[in-house]
């Protein structure tokens, strides 16, 4: 199809300083997992970006020099000339497809942890390391400056050697230019410190020794958090993040502006923050300059892209999320396919893989982190070798995934779902307050399902064991989900305890009737209690919530969300009790006791709601049992887990049907 008129100026060329970008596209930096330790895997994930039709694709942080270490999180280097060639395989990949390479130099200064080099931390003054460690980062003296602006022009060279086209100055996301800039880290009294005209000067002397070593060919990027988010005490966008900007606005190639104080900031889940969220922070920076300007806001919209460049807020569509839930998205614009797009959900699972330590997933997109490890490919997948047959019984993210990625291989499929409409615990969820994003794992699996001539769906039809083995399919997939515990068994508590009338989430959403006050037991640790806290708070209800933890919803730390979550329950005034158990409920009181001491009390309790774990719905998968030669369990009735793994699971068996499932490949180090 040809594309839409209308979206043509996204694909519009732009130049950087000496390089030109084939379209409006933008792959800003963002972590993979993979780091310097697996440069094949990130090779491939950037590779993909490019053919996807993205006009610019950047790495991840690449650290300058030893005293910028994040181990145990998968980073890039560029400490020495060995470094050179396995960054080549990236730019390479990227370059294969037509699209520019951007790298993005790093030094996290106070934030580097230096577990794996143990050299002493370093900023622009004394201070607690920020990471939680009994460690402090000493302070730059002027040959340490120096020093520092040597690694940055050696990291450039090497960059430009290994064929990137825009070499990154990184002062945002609170690392060392930064800290140089923020009066809440630099309490420097000479030239570097005191008037921001000096606390700027490291980060000019930056692009400068940059542009020096590379601008002949490369162009200059400099990544700036215009707002601390920290109120008049740090930077701010309406003082002295214009006023840095307005200082060195045409001094470098390109502007990436975003919003610092955490990382959650500048990438907020859909729970928290609308699409484009960060405008009304970074909207002022192109009037400022005549370079080109990027910003992200996790764009999924190509009106609102669109809207973005033609309203002047800036040059190029920036995006990590939506470019990770599809790596094609340019692509299919460009083909006339833009209900195709595989839209982000700003669910932070993507983050989650990051503070984890672990290569890169998504919850749209279960390929992510797989291009190179299996050889998974986002758009094309290869055709199963016998025409057969297979019938899917459950039709909500696994079922739904396992039927499509089983169609595009070929089979003939049937789906049967036991509801009138398909989405499984998705229809639940996605009601609960700031999800309604999640509907589009569903929804873009029903949509791409209408288009295979090969599927059969049958909503309204749930089916005994005897249907199925009648059904006569080549294949039987159980894809049944889970159901919450009643038994208030988590991750805190392995004791099975009955608590009379006690309600799940399960009832809540088939319309239990709620009266205050109202208790949660929070023992699941991500975000069913949190959300329903603020959804009965919101309805005027007292509501508290009881964990066993230090805090309800601590997967929240991994998805940067658990700020923002406590911030909102506060101020709904929902009741946190931390380090406590639930010992028992009766006469309009529950029992609690403390997880370390033992001691005892008690709160008002008119409905308890048990938040804990679940528990596998696979009586059909058990029945059928024996009946059945080729059967398997995907989902959450195989292990109850996140939506993301649900959909993982379902691709990864269809993907995997008729071959060896043996592990993915690793990038073992040679011995030298």
Request: glycine share 10%.
């Amino acid at each position: 199809m040809p594309m839409d008129p209308r979206h043509a100026v996204l694909f519009e060329p732009v130049k950087i300083g000496p390089v030109t970008a084939p379209n409006r596209f933008y792959q800003t930096p963002h972590a993979t997992g993979f780091g310097w330790q697996r440069p094949k895997s990130g090779a491939a994930l950037r590779g993909i970006k490019a053919e996807g039709g993205w006009g610019v694709v950047c790495t991840e942080y690449c650290s300058i020099h030893p005293t910028s270490d994040d181990s145990p999180y998968a980073f890039l280097t560029l400490w020495e000339d060995s470094d050179i060639a396995p960054l080549a395989l990236t730019a390479d990949a990227i370059h294969a497809h037509g699209a520019l390479a951007g790298i993005e130099l790093w030094h996290g200064g106070g934030h580097a942890s230096n577990r794996l080099t143990r050299v002493p931390g370093i900023g622009p003054s004394q201070q607690p390391a920020l990471y939680h460690l009994p460690t402090t980062a000493r302070e730059m003296d002027k040959s340490d400056i120096r020093a520092f602006r040597g690694w940055q022009r050696a990291a450039a060279r090497r960059a430009k050697q290994a064929g990137f086209d825009i070499v990154y100055v990184y002062a945002g996301h609170d690392y060392l230019p930064f800290q140089f800039l923020s009066p809440l880290t630099n309490r420097r009294s000479d030239e570097y410190g005191g008037s921001l005209e000096n606390r700027v000067r490291l980060l000019r002397e930056m692009i400068e020794d940059t542009r020096d070593e590379v601008g002949d060919t490369c162009a200059v990027a400099v990544r700036l958090a215009v707002d601390e988010l920290h109120g008049p005490k740090g930077i701010t966008s309406s003082g002295e993040g214009r006023e840095i900007v307005e200082m060195l606005a045409e001094l470098p190639d390109l502007w990436d502006v975003n919003v610092a104080g955490a990382l959650g900031n500048d990438s907020k889940t859909a729970r928290f923050s609308p699409e484009g969220y960060q405008e009304e922070h970074v909207g002022f920076v192109k009037a400022l300059t005549s370079k080109p300007v990027v910003s992200v806001g996790r764009f999924t919209s190509p009106e609102t892209m669109v809207d973005q460049i033609k309203r002047g807020v800036q040059d190029f569509i920036g995006a990590a999320r939506p470019s990770i839930a599809d790596p094609f998205l340019p692509a299919k614009l460009r083909d006339g396919r833009a209900d195709e797009i595989r839209e982000c959900i700003g669910c932070n699972i993507c983050r989650a893989a990051n503070n984890e330590g672990v290569p890169l997933r998504c919850t749209q997109n279960p390929t992510m982190g797989e291009e190179w490890r299996r050889g998974w490919h986002p758009e094309r997948i290869a055709a199963y070798a016998r025409r057969e047959t297979a019938l899917v019984v459950g039709g909500g993210p696994a079922g739904l995934e396992t039927a499509l990625t089983l169609a595009r291989r070929g089979l003939s499929v049937s789906l049967a779902e036991k509801s009138r409409t398909f989405g499984g615990r998705i229809l639940n969820e996605m009601r609960l307050p700031g999800l309604s994003s999640w509907g589009r794992v569903r929804d873009w699996r029903l949509a791409m399902l209408a288009k295979q001539p090969n599927v059969q769906m049958f909503p309204g039809s749930e089916m005994t064991a005897s249907d199925i083995a009648d059904f006569g399919a080549d294949h039987v997939v159980i894809a049944t989900g889970s159901r919450w515990r009643r038994d208030a068994i988590g991750v805190g508590n392995l004791t099975p305890r009955v608590f009379e009338g006690a309600l799940t989430p399960d009832d809540l959403f088939a319309g239990a009737v709620v009266t205050g006050p109202v208790v949660i037991l929070e023992d699941e640790q991500y975000f069913m209690a949190g959300a329903w806290a603020e959804k009965l708070a919101a309805q005027g209800l007292d509501v508290t919530v009881v964990t066993p933890w230090a805090t309800p919803s601590t997967f929240g730390l991994y998805t940067n969300e658990q700020d923002f979550i406590l911030e909102r329950l506060l101020r709904l005034g929902v009741k946190i009790l931390p380090f406590t158990y639930l010992t028992q409920k009766a006469g309009g009181v529950a029992g609690l006791e403390c997880a370390y001491t033992g001691r005892a009390s008690e709160v008002p309790c008119e409905t308890l709601i048990l938040c804990t774990g679940r528990l596998v719905q696979d009586d059909l998968f058990r029945a059928l049992d024996g009946q059945v030669n080729r059967l398997v369990r995907v989902g959450d009735c195989l292990q109850p887990s996140s939506i993301a793994d649900a959909v993982y699971s379902g691709h990864r068996f269809a993907q995997l049907l008729g071959e060896v499932d043996g592990p993915p490949r690793r990038e073992i180090p040679q011995l030298r």
